[in-house]
């Protein structure tokens, strides 16, 4: 298939590497590491953590976190992109800045 084409292809490994923020549906046991603020074993609903992209799409599908939306693309960043995208260096901001946003706006 081409999406098991496109598995194999550097560019979209290193992109499902792509950190980003999910928050916890349920609690998860002996996972508190994941969190820098917690000092529990647990990893607490409600919390919000980074993870790869891969991950925090099984994570959503399963219902068990909620994908949250990067800083690179929330209001406040796309109102800077309106506003002056010749001086905004988005690979800077993420080397895979288009392919997350594409992976990201295909979530239902």
Known sequence: SCHAA???EVGALSM???RVPVSTVIQFAGLGY??????TDDLEANSKIEVPLWLALLLQKKRIANLDTP???NKRS???L???AGSINL???SPHY???GIALSRIK
């Open 34 to 39: 994941l969190d820098p603020g917690s000092h």
């Open 6 to 8: 496109q598995y194999f």
């Open 91 to 93: 690979r800077e901001q």
């Open 98 to 100: 288009f392919t997350v």
């Open 71 to 73: 800083k690179i693309f």
């Open 78 to 80: 796309r109102d800077n």
């Open 82 to 84: 309106e506003a002056g």
């Open 16 to 18: 499902e590497d792509e």
